[in-house]
């Protein structure tokens, strides 16, 4: 009797195997990266998984982050994304490892840097801004800076998602990266960065200065801002802006309270 039974224990495993295999397809199939935990809170056994993985049907992309293998991704392949055109798509893949262990955290400082195209430096960390109390994840590559933020609004002022296979991808937007900057300066091995910063975001075509007084005005870093974007404004090479027909172009301030922040006039 031993003997049927051990076969019959068998042909279960084996469909719970594949039951699990389609839950697994169906919840990856458009390329997200995924922590076990979520899978196993599918209803997917670890057993399960652990077997997905032995037969290849499932890609460790890090420690305890998952991905549908490529093969068993056909869709991905007859159609390129949107994102595929954009400039940082050789830093989204990295963040889209990061992110999903990373609960509630934005990507920022020089990540943000990289990924807006804002300097030649290639960070050697992934940056990533997390609420205050919260302990950045031990992973083994690549290696993280965490940025504590103690106000909460941080972790949603300026900051856009990004979408890469499936997998969504808080960022710090251009002028919120440029803020950042100019606040944890102290952080940063080159002291003339933020200006340098500053000025690369100046000359993005989708730069806006109402923005960057607005998040200046919020964050109270508005004085420092203001003296860099009139410096910036005076050595010029920066396209022009909406504002009146004054020959010097100058920055002003107006006066505390205004819901704009920095404006130009």
């Not at 923005?211 to 410096?231: H, N, T």
């Amino acid at each position: 009797m031993l003997k049927p039974d051990l076969a019959k224990l068998k042909s279960k495993t084996n469909l719970m195997l594949e039951s699990d295999a389609e839950v697994v397809t169906a919840h990856l199939l458009d390329g997200r990266v995924v922590r076990w935990k979520e899978l196993v809170k599918l209803g997917v056994s670890a057993n399960s998984l652990a077997a997905l993985t032995r037969r290849g049907d499932l890609q460790r992309i890090g420690w305890g982050t998952y991905q549908l293998s490529a093969e068993l991704r056909p869709s991905l392949q007859d159609s390129e994304t949107d994102i595929d055109a954009d400039e940082g798509n050789m830093y989204l893949e990295q963040f889209a490892e990061i992110t999903p262990k990373t609960s509630g955290g934005v990507i920022c400082m020089m990540s943000a840097v990289a990924y807006h195209d804002l300097s030649l430096d290639v960070p050697h960390e992934v940056w990533i801004g997390l609420q205050h109390g919260r302990r950045a994840p031990r992973i083994e590559y690549p290696p993280l800076k965490a940025v504590s933020w103690r106000n909460e609004k941080a972790l949603t002022l300026g900051v856009e998602t990004r979408v890469f296979q499936g997998t969504e991808i808080p960022i710090t937007n251009l002028e919120r990266t440029v803020i950042d900057i100019y606040r944890y300066s102290s952080r940063l091995p080159d002291p003339t960065l933020p200006r340098k910063v500053l000025k690369a975001a100046m000359e993005k075509p989708g730069f806006s200065r109402e923005r960057l007084g607005s998040y200046a005005r919020s964050f109270q870093i508005r004085d420092k801002i203001f003296k860099d974007v009139e410096l910036v404004d005076m050595i010029g090479n920066v396209p022009d802006q909406p504002r009146a027909s004054q020959s010097a172009n100058r920055c002003i301030r107006l006066p505390h309270g205004h819901d704009g922040g920095l404006q130009f006039a």
